[in-house]
């Protein structure tokens, strides 16, 4: 028999993987039916209000458009009707305006044939009419009359008329600018002039000045005309009086520098007669003020010890500078003939370059102030014209009379060339702004009168240097034909370290120039302008140095020789110190010269000491000393008496000598005169002490003719005290 199969196991719900059936009561199944069928009623009340409303728009859209179409329709037949009443409204208006227009033509017209009254009142003049602005108004009125003529009647006698009366109107209203022109261009006072020599005015004070050149009244009227002529007839009449007028004024102002500086460089005449009647020679005379027979320049800076520089000539008043004010208020220069320094006339010179600048910065001030800023560049460029022009002539015959001075070994003027290069690098920019636009381009001119100057400099500079090379290589034949008899201070040494001192106030700029022609020497330097300027200062230095060896072999006496050295240098040391300005600028190529001079002079004051050598070794030669009183022999005493007579020799001869020379320098002198009485007093003390039988002598005071009080008087008057 088969076996039945086994059953199965039961399963729990969870293990069949069936969801787990919460089962409800009845009560709760019902309670869920009544929220449902609640919430299904309520939505069809939702839904059938949706229909309401979409029924409802619907019959206002329909409501709507019905009324559009009704709108546009009668906006249709409204356009119909009224766009040719438009049309014609627009068509009439047109031909108002254009009647209006003609009509207005036509009066206009009317009044180019009546002008009885214009003529009448442009032929009076501005000044009998009284008001300016009704007076231009009438002009205005014929040159729109002319313009009409000459399109239409060009042949006409209309014309004709129109253009006469122009003429004539223009002329009136010229000559009244003229008039205002000439009480506005006044020169400036002697204060003002002072005042233009500062490069560093500040704007403000230059708009004062340039407010004070024109009244008010002058000024409004200035103003009105010249934008009328401009901007009307279109006639530059006003424009060329007002540069012409301006340019005038400046030439007046810088007259009184340029008579100065544009007469040096006149060809020298053979004879000059002066009003005397008496023969000169040759010099540059220029014209300044003063008396009938004027015998000496009452120029500044002239005559011994006058400092170079232009610091006294910045001091002087207008009134110095040879101008007079006569009852007419114009400045007149006179004519007396006088002498002036080349120094001076650089000097001159220096202050007409920064007066004419600031001048010019005045004028375009004024300019600015009175022209059309149409008309700005070329009146400023046509105001400065004649000025500049005559500026580069004075400045190039200063510079080619200061290179013939040069030539002739004359180098004073090196220092005013130095601070006339200086100005033009210090004016240059300031130039170029002022410039800037102008169709001449002056700026240009500037700046080859700036490089005029530079080759004049450094051509000066040059032969300044192979001069001091030269003089030392002198033979000595001629390098003793300048010395100093009594061993002071030589002249090129002076000469030359107060040269260098006041380059020293533009090393810079002698740097600058030197790069400008050797580019390439100092390219690898830190601070380039710092070492040319060092180098030229040491090539000086060492010149000198050189010079004053030269000059010293000139001498016979070896003591003199030390002498004139120990003055030299010690005088180069004062003024290479290292508080100085020279050591500032040579340091930077020779940083041990103090060290250098100071060996120079102690080398020179053991030379000097070996002139005391003879009368040293009489004091120390003790050979013939006290031994006893009691018996001298014959022969001692006389050796004796000798050597006394030898020592008061020697003593005599160098007092002698050595009164007459010259040590300028206080300390210098006082400290060798120490060092005499420390090397020969206590030696001539222990020569009496030690031989002390000269006493007993007949006529001691033969012998023994100075005490140790009177040989220190006698050394104490060593050198020239006058020196």
């Not at 500078?321 to 004519?335: E, S, V, W, Y």
Request: hydrophobic share 35%; net charge neutral.
């Amino acid at each position: 028999m088969d076996e039945e199969p086994a059953e199965a196991p039961l399963k729990s719900p969870h293990e069949d993987g069936e969801p787990n059936m919460v089962r409800l009561s009845p009560h709760e199944l019902a309670k869920k039916k009544r929220t449902v069928e609640a919430q299904l009623e309520m939505d069809r009340q939702n839904l059938q209000n949706i229909k309401d409303s979409m029924a409802k728009s619907n019959a206002l859209c329909e409501s709507m458009m019905t009324c559009i179409n009704s709108f546009e329709g009668r906006l249709g037949r409204l356009q119909t009707r009224v766009l040719p009443i438009y049309e014609n409204t627009v068509s009439l208006m047109k031909k108002q305006e254009n009647l209006q227009a003609i009509l207005k033509i036509l009066a206009s017209i009317v009044n180019f044939y009546d002008m009885a009254d214009s003529a009448k009142i442009i032929k009076q003049g501005v000044h009998q009419f009284g008001d300016m602005e009704a007076y231009i108004s009438r002009v205005d009125q014929v040159l729109a009359a002319r313009d009409f003529f000459k399109a239409e009647k060009p042949n006409g006698y209309e014309f004709k008329n129109a253009n006469e009366l122009v003429v004539v109107g223009l002329e009136k209203v010229n000559e009244l600018y003229r008039i205002r022109m000439r009480d506005a261009c006044r020169q400036y006072t002697e204060e003002e002039l002072q005042t233009l020599r500062d490069t560093s005015l500040p704007d403000a004070r230059i708009e004062t000045i340039a407010e004070a050149q024109c009244p008010v009244e002058a000024r409004n009227v200035i103003q009105r005309i010249a934008r009328w002529l401009v901007d009307g007839p279109h006639d530059d009449t006003g424009i060329a009086v007002y540069s012409k007028a301006r340019s005038t004024i400046i030439e007046r102002n810088l007259q009184a520098y340029r008579t100065r500086t544009s007469q040096a460089a006149l060809p020298t005449p053979g004879i000059i007669k002066t009003k005397k009647g008496q023969d000169v020679k040759p010099r540059k005379y220029l014209k300044v003020g003063g008396g009938k027979d004027s015998k000496a320049s009452s120029t500044p800076g002239t005559g011994p010890g006058r400092d170079e520089d232009a610091k006294s000539l910045d001091a002087m008043s207008v009134t110095s500078l040879a101008i007079d004010t006569n009852r007419g208020g114009k400045r007149q220069a006179n004519t007396s003939y006088v002498p002036i320094s080349m120094d001076d006339t650089m000097a001159y010179y220096n202050l007409y370059c920064r007066t004419f600048v600031q001048c010019l910065r005045v004028e375009k001030a004024l300019i600015r102030d009175l022209i059309p800023e149409s008309q700005q560049k070329d009146t400023f460029d046509k105001v400065l014209t004649t000025s500049l022009v005559n500026l580069v002539m004075d400045g190039e015959a200063v510079s080619q009379q200061a290179r013939a001075l040069l030539d002739d070994q004359s180098f004073r003027p090196l220092i005013v060339l130095l601070r006339c290069c200086q100005l033009m690098f210090d004016a240059s920019p300031q130039c170029v702004v002022l410039f800037k636009g102008l169709s001449s381009d002056p700026a240009s001119r500037v700046i080859d009168l700036r490089n005029f100057f530079v080759g004049a400099l450094y051509k000066g500079m040059q032969e300044f240097a192979d001069f001091i090379e030269t003089v030392s290589s002198e033979r000595p034949s001629n390098a003793m034909a300048s010395l100093p008899k009594d061993g002071t201070v030589h002249e090129i040494t002076s000469s030359t370290l107060s040269i260098l001192q006041k380059m020293t106030d533009h090393h810079e700029l002698i740097g600058r120039v030197i790069i400008k022609y050797n580019p390439n020497q100092y390219k690898d330097s830190i601070s380039p302008l710092k070492k040319a300027a060092s180098s030229f200062f040491m090539r000086i230095l060492r010149g000198v140095n050189s010079t004053v060896e030269l000059k010293g072999r000139g001498y016979e006496q070896e003591t003199l020789q030390a002498v004139f050295k120990l003055n030299n240098y010690n005088y180069i040391s004062k003024r290479c110190g290292p508080d100085t300005a020279i050591f500032k600028v040579v340091s930077d190529t020779w940083p041990a010269i103090q060290e250098e001079y100071n060996n120079m002079i102690d080398s020179q004051h053991k030379c000097y000491i070996r002139g005391f050598g003879k009368l040293t070794a009489f004091l120390t030669d003790l050979s013939l000393a006290d031994r006893s009183h009691t018996e001298v022999p014959k022969v001692v005493k006389s050796a004796i008496k000798e050597k006394f007579k030898a020592v008061n020799s020697e003593l005599e001869e160098l007092q002698r000598v050595q009164q007459h020379y010259a040590i300028p320098d206080e300390a210098l002198k006082a400290n060798l005169i120490e060092n005499n009485l420390e090397m020969v007093l206590p030696k001539y003390t222990a020569f009496i002490e030690q031989h002390t039988v000269v006493l007993t002598f007949k006529a001691p005071a033969k012998y023994l003719k100075y005490s140790s009080n009177e040989c220190e008087k006698l050394l104490r008057s060593f050198f020239d005290q006058s020196a």
